[in-house]
């Protein structure tokens, strides 16, 4: 599915200004609270060994949400800084300090691998060893590119672009990324069958007002028609720098084997020839097309929302509350794609040779199953996978190295 690094270039000569907004800095402030008042709610399961506390709520225009609380993390930390403070301060009788050869805080950072909200602020080049967790952010709208119009395959990829263009609150196209930058933080969007993902991490302390920005963009988005030839190079060149993987290459296979007028079979990237010149010349206002698409289908009640950070669960809610419950809900039924079962026939049961782009060879077994969406909460096709992947004696691959 497309997925992008979001990188746009500015159609401004400067960035805006991120230094006006009043901050906390979390390392000033004292975390006061009851643990007994921020405890996760009861019907939330979580792990033993997870210190995080979870909530549950639903705001007035239906956005699901999940709010995390990380104070464990923050109380640690602070037990930490105290700790190095009453060491630094002690010394030998003589009065001579004790002086660690350790000078890692001055060393380069090294490339830490993120999760989607426990990033580490160790990706950031130039800045200083730091093991705090940002905070984060995660909103599923759901809606994909099954949903494109028959005529303008790649809408929904295209649309998860224009979204970021500015909104009406914080009009300058490139704010958002700006102030990510900024304050050590990153962001990325996905657009898959039936979901559209946007992601975001940042440090602690400008949580709130980044909140507010990416708010914007599903409340008011600018979503300029000047904007628009140039996204459409950004989505054409997303493809055709896709296009020579081996994993694009499989998918855009399993689409073609895909039964007619099964969704399976749309072509989900989109590029120029999609979304400008077959427009063009078939007199479709793309740009008409993409409001009317976010209006009927970026609908409250398709969202769900997750958030993280070293803040009580409390004030995550005031804070999730407040700046997403202004998002519109059209009261539309969402697009249901239950009875677009089995979308390949017979040709799904032969054996394709594909000539890679890379100098390997594998061989790909893959079945067609039924939706699972019902099974989540005892996943069969893990045990599945288990079994056939096993290694140990008696199993299957065990078999087949013994011959």
Not at 16 to 40: G, H, I, T, W
Not at 182 to 191: L, V
Not at 287 to 314: G, I, N, P
Request: net charge negative.
């Amino acid at each position: 599915m497309p997925v992008r690094n979001k990188s746009k270039s500015s159609s401004r000569d400067t960035a805006p200004n991120v230094d006006n907004y009043p901050v906390a800095d979390a390392r000033e402030q004292e975390l006061e609270f009851k643990p007994e008042e921020n405890r996760s709610d009861p019907d939330i399961v979580k792990s033993p060994s997870d210190h995080k506390e979870y909530r549950y709520i639903q705001l007035e225009n239906g956005i699901s949400a999940l709010l995390i609380s990380d104070l464990f993390t923050a109380r640690v930390e602070k037990s930490d800084s105290d700790m190095q403070v009453e060491e630094e301060g002690s010394g030998d009788d003589d009065g001579s300090e004790n002086v660690s050869d350790d000078d890692s805080a001055e060393e380069p950072l090294e490339d830490v691998e993120e999760d989607e909200f426990g990033a580490l602020v160790e990706g950031c080049s130039g800045s200083k060893r730091n093991s705090e967790k940002q905070s984060a952010a995660a909103l599923c709208v759901g809606i994909g590119s099954f949903s494109d119009p028959d005529d303008l395959p790649g809408l929904a990829h295209f649309l998860e672009h224009m979204v970021f263009m500015g909104s009406e609150r914080y009009p300058d196209e490139n704010g958002f990324d700006a102030f990510l930058k900024k304050h050590g933080g990153s962001d990325n969007a996905s657009t898959d069958c039936e979901h559209t993902i946007y992601q975001f991490d940042i440090q602690r302390k400008y949580f709130r007002e980044a909140l507010d920005r990416w708010a914007q963009f599903f409340i008011g988005p600018l979503m300029i028609q000047d904007t628009i030839d140039r996204e459409v190079e950004a989505v054409d060149s997303e493809f055709h720098l896709a296009a020579p993987s081996d994993s694009s290459r499989k998918e855009l296979l399993f689409g073609s084997l895909a039964r007619p007028g099964h969704p399976m079979g749309k072509f989900f990237w989109g590029n120029a020839q999609t979304l400008k010149h077959t427009p063009k010349e078939k007199n479709i206002d793309t740009y008409a097309r993409l409001k009317e698409f976010r209006k009927q289908h970026y609908s409250a009640h398709y969202m769900t929302l997750a958030v993280q950070s070293k803040e009580t669960l409390d004030t995550l809610e005031d804070w999730v509350k407040e700046l997403f419950t202004p998002i519109p809900n059209n009261g539309l039924p969402k697009p249901d794609f239950s009875d677009a079962r089995d979308p390949f026939d017979e040709s799904f049961n032969k054996l394709y040779r594909v000539v890679p782009v890379k100098k390997v060879h594998s061989l790909n077994i893959t079945w067609a199953l039924p939706p699972q969406r019902q099974y989540y909460r005892i996943k069969p096709l893990h045990y599945l996978s288990w079994l056939i992947g096993h290694e140990g004696k008696g199993s299957i691959l065990s078999l087949l190295r013994t011959r």
